[in-house]
């Protein structure tokens, strides 16, 4: 399953990336996520990203359905991560509260903090693509 295993390592490229972008921004990337979350919209960057996710996504998506081998790391990449994804997502872009708590984290160290704390991702989506 090709789609699926490429779809595992890109969210594990994307996390290693936006993780150490953190770290290495701190407190600085707070102006990427008020763009990204507060405001009545989005920037074309984040309209464009997301799009782009979401047509990876769908592909992926169903090539996946149209497979006859569906391993358990599969349905972990393809299923269950995207409809986690989305809930987060949605309990941020459409809730107020939400874009409250995530435009208002302030300093250095609370950044650096995130960016570490992403990075357990990495390995995960690692293993989930090689068995997917």
Do not use: C, H
């Amino acid at each position: 399953m090709l789609l699926p295993t490429v779809f595992g390592l890109t969210l594990a490229l994307a996390v290693l990336a936006t993780s150490i972008l953190i770290m290495v921004m701190g407190g600085r990337f707070q102006k990427v996520e008020q763009a990204a979350y507060s405001g009545e919209t989005r920037p074309w960057w984040f309209k464009l990203s997301i799009a782009v996710y979401a047509v990876f996504y769908v592909v992926t998506l169903i090539s996946f359905i149209m497979s006859p081998e569906k391993t358990w790391a599969g349905w972990v990449l393809v299923v269950i991560i995207p409809v986690g994804a989305i809930l987060k997502g949605s309990l941020i872009i459409f809730n107020k509260e939400g874009q409250k708590k995530v435009t208002s984290i302030k300093g250095d160290k609370n950044w650096r903090n995130i960016g570490l704390a992403r990075l357990v991702l990495f390995p995960l989506f690692l293993i989930l693509a090689y068995f997917a």
